[in-house]
Each structure stands twice: as structure tokens, then as C-alpha cells.
């Protein structure tokens, strides 16, 4: 698989009222039924940028960068201690150089960077 596309899917990750780590479960594509659906007037907290720090916000769902939030416990926390949904956000098809796996992405001489984004530096 070419280095510039990574897989792209916003996660919807589901919570637990179990105590510690737990193994994560995403419902199969044939349970549609049982992906939750924010409703009008689902309460937000969205922190695109940095790891999430806060984690007691009076809100339903945190909507977090994912990348920022690989390595800590903050997406089982949120989940498991204070019952959140979260969604991450992440990039896919695209790099950013600010990223920790910019360097990974087996960039040569420019020529697999593709065509710029107009607007997006």
C-alpha cells in the first residue's frame, strides 16, 4: 500500500462501564443498528489539537485528534471512567508535517507528494 493512504475512517469507539483496559469491539458492518448516532442536542466537547488533558467536561462526547491521544490512557478514560463517546479525527490520503509519522511516510524527492490542497498549507 502506497505510504500516503492510510486508512480512513472516523471512529466512533464505544464506551464500557467496566473498570481498566479493555479490548476494544466495533460492531461488524451487517449490526448497522447498533452504531451509535449522535442525536440534535448531543452535547461536544472537540479538541482537534494536542492531547486531551481535561477530561470532566460537562459534555456527552469528546470529539479528540487520534494521534495526539495514541499514547496515553485518555480514550479508555474517557470511556470507561467518565462514560464519554469520542470520535477521533485523523488524517488520511494526505500528510502533515507537524506529524509524528511525517518522517514515515517515504516521501522522495517530492515527487510522491502529490497536488496541494489550495487553502491548506
Known sequence: MHPLIRL??????????SAGP???????????AALW??????????????????LDYNVEVYDIDLLDNLNNTVISDLHNVFNKKVICYFSAGSYEV???????????????YGKPLQGWE
Open 8 to 17: 480512513s475512517v472516523i471512529l466512533a469507539i464505544f464506551g464500557s462501564s
Open 22 to 32: 479493555v479490548a476494544q469491539t466495533y460492531p461488524s458492518a451487517t449490526s448497522a
Open 37 to 54: 448516532q449522535p442525536t440534535a442536542g448531543t452535547t461536544w466537547q472537540i479538541q482537534i489539537r494536542d492531547p486531551v488533558v481535561k
Open 98 to 112: 507537524w506529524r509524528t509519522d511525517y518522517g514515515n511516510l517515504g516521501l522522495k524527492n517530492g515527487t510522491d
